[in-house]
């Protein structure tokens, strides 16, 4: 009955690819057939958790950040030569977090995804792109111990705007201390969104503070936000929190700008 129902259901009310806007054939069993030949790791989970909202081209337009990277910043290096590196950057210069990892490359399929979830409001996004997250952090962070995961936060003008925190939402099914109080926005900002790297870091500059420091004294921190672009959001909230007490700050986002 539950296969006669799901024919039926496509026949009559088939979904829309909320990447192109497309509409699309889902199979019956829910599962995308091109899964089964994408390369093992995070792009045959991406096309599996997202097999109900993508169509079939779309979900082959999504880059997994694997190796190359940096090892470091997550940085993807443009040549697919090479094991993982150090960065041009991360050499010159010290980061305020231990490392930062990333699910994709922030193009295409992701980042139509993400616009999606993120400022249409397509909260159905949520928990697939969850459990792409959570995949992501139980294979990087095995051996590094986690105290706490703290979204990024939204200032409160904004939250009442778009009506939820999208780094909040990706975090609360993990079953791991998640604690999306104890760093706030204190300043409102103006959007990150095309801004150069110069103005992106006065903007955000002195704009977080931590509420609580007794919660995130001597812990180790798990910073997660939707999208590292210039890493001006996440390095201004990582030193926020070392100043207030962390012993050590990583960085998880679904997406990396390259």
């Not at 054939?25 to 995308?32: N, P, Q």
């Amino acid at each position: 009955m539950l296969r006669i129902y799901n024919i039926l259901k496509n026949a009559l009310f088939p979904p829309v690819c909320k990447a192109c806007g497309r509409f699309f054939h889902v199979a019956i069993d829910g599962r995308d057939p091109a899964a089964a030949k994408a390369p093992a790791g995070l792009e045959a989970l991406f096309r599996r958790l997202m097999a109900e909202h993508l169509c079939h081209g779309c979900l082959k337009r999504f880059e997994a950040a694997e190796s190359p990277i940096c090892v470091r910043c997550g940085l993807i290096f443009k040549s697919r030569q090479g094991g993982d590196h150090l960065c041009g950057e991360c050499l010159g210069g010290e980061k305020p977090f231990g490392i930062a990892r990333a699910a994709g490359v922030y193009d295409q399929a992701l980042m139509a995804v993400i616009h999606a979830f993120k400022y249409k409001g397509r909260i159905q996004l949520g928990p697939p792109l969850a459990d792409l997250l959570a995949a992501l952090y139980k294979r990087h962070w095995r051996e590094r111990t986690i105290d706490l995961v703290i979204p990024v936060p939204l200032h409160p003008s904004r939250y009442r705007a778009r009506g939820f925190n999208q780094a909040y939402l990706l975090t609360r099914s993990w079953g791991d201390p998640v604690d999306q109080g104890v760093l706030v926005r204190r300043r409102k900002t103006a959007s990150q969104t095309g801004l150069g790297r110069r103005k992106r870091l006065t903007n955000i500059r002195g704009a977080f503070s931590v509420k609580s420091p007794a919660k995130v004294k001597n812990r180790r921190i798990l910073l997660v936000d939707d999208v590292y672009t210039t890493g001006s959001t996440v390095n201004e909230c990582a030193r926020t929190l070392l100043k207030g007490g962390a012993r050590e700050v990583d960085i998880l986002t679904l997406a990396r700008a390259v």
